[in-house]
């Protein structure tokens, strides 16, 4: 699998990069965090280290570190803006469970 962008974050993530010319691309990974377990996090990556995979999405280098992928392998990010709040958004197919809040979730254990 892959992690993917819809049109709408490749959009928002091509911006933030022409504004940061030492970017390579949207570092997307998780943290532990929150009282499900795990935290979405994206940043721009300023350097490919040996432990990352790199997909391409409509243009965009999406930068994972390998041991995150098993929790996030499949992963479409999109850009929603609404008034006042925009926000990145995940359709994660390994979540098992999100807490209440939904900042953050868990997956199951294979």
Sequence with gaps: ??????????????????SQ???KGLRFG????????????????????DDDLVFDSKGVAVIVDKTHLAQI??????YHSDGFASAFKFKNPNVADECGCGESFSVEES
């Design 73 to 78: 392998d499949g992963t479409v990010i999109d």
């Design 1 to 18: 699998m892959a992690i993917e962008l819809t049109d709408s974050a490749a959009k928002q993530v091509s911006g933030y990069l022409k």
């Design 21 to 23: 010319a030492a970017a």
């Design 30 to 49: 998780i943290k532990n965090a929150g009282c499900s377990g795990f935290a979405y996090t994206v940043d721009m990556a300023q350097e490919i280290n």
